[in-house]
């Protein structure tokens, strides 16, 4: 049975310069996100760009400065309440 590809050996960028996701040029930034779009696995590489909070490169299509925002933006997992026992005395 073959073993499952992971999304990095599907990555597009496994064939371009990672310099150009790395660069902080508008120019290199345009045409590494132009490669994003048509990468087959960008969910899950922005996905995990979010989850581990990479703060540097272009991820699943977007900038460092973007996926801030987006961070920002998205809304925050309900604080557990401590459980309060049903009966009490
Ligand atoms: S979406 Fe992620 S994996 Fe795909 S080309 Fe862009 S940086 Fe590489």
Known sequence: MP???SWEEEARC?????????????????RAKAICSRC???FECL???LAARVEFG???????????VLLRE?????RSR???PAFSG
């Not at 496994?14 to 345009?30: I, K, L, S, V």
């Not at 272009?58 to 801030?68: A, D, F, I, N, T």
């Open 3 to 5: 073993e499952a590809m």
């Open 14 to 30: 496994n064939d371009h310069d990672p310099e150009m996701f790395f660069a902080t040029r508008p120019r290199a930034e345009g």
């Open 40 to 42: 087959p696995v960008s």
């Open 47 to 49: 996905q995990f760009a």
């Open 58 to 68: 272009v991820w699943g299509g977007l900038s460092s400065k973007e996926r801030m």
């Open 74 to 78: 998205a809304p925050r997992p309900a």
């Open 82 to 84: 401590r459980l309060q």
